[in-house]
């Protein structure tokens, strides 16, 4: 079912919903979100931290609103998308980091 493209067609409210909610509050969600979406086991501080080229204060900022919001989790000191079929449509959308 979720290799149907009209899968993700008839989720994109949802998907859409959640991207657009990362615009607000806590700057750089959506970098953070593309720099995930490719690393299905996950992402660390330093890693991210690279990946988006933001500072730590900042970083930890945005991901405590992410995790506020149940889009990303932490597990282990890693950060992951927390929802699978949000995390396909990031990395469909938005062709991961780019």
């Given at each position: 079912?979720?290799?149907?493209?009209?899968?993700?067609s008839?989720?994109?409210?949802?998907f859409?919903?959640?991207?657009?909610?990362?615009?607000q509050g806590?700057?750089?969600?959506?970098?953070i979100l593309?720099?995930?979406?490719?690393?299905?086991?996950?992402?660390?501080?330093?890693?991210?931290?690279?990946?988006?080229?933001?500072d730590e204060t900042?970083?930890?900022e945005a991901l405590k609103t992410l995790e506020r919001h149940d889009v990303v989790q932490e597990s282990d000191g890693c950060y992951s998308i927390t929802v699978?079929?949000?995390r396909r449509w990031v990395e469909m959308s938005w062709g991961g980091k780019g």
């Open positions: 079912m979720i290799n149907d493209p009209e899968f993700f008839r989720g994109r409210y949802y859409t919903g959640v991207w657009g909610q990362a615009t806590a700057s750089g969600q959506q970098e593309k720099a995930l979406a490719p690393h299905l086991e996950g992402m660390n501080l330093d890693r991210l931290s690279q990946e988006t080229g933001m900042s970083l930890q699978e079929l949000f």
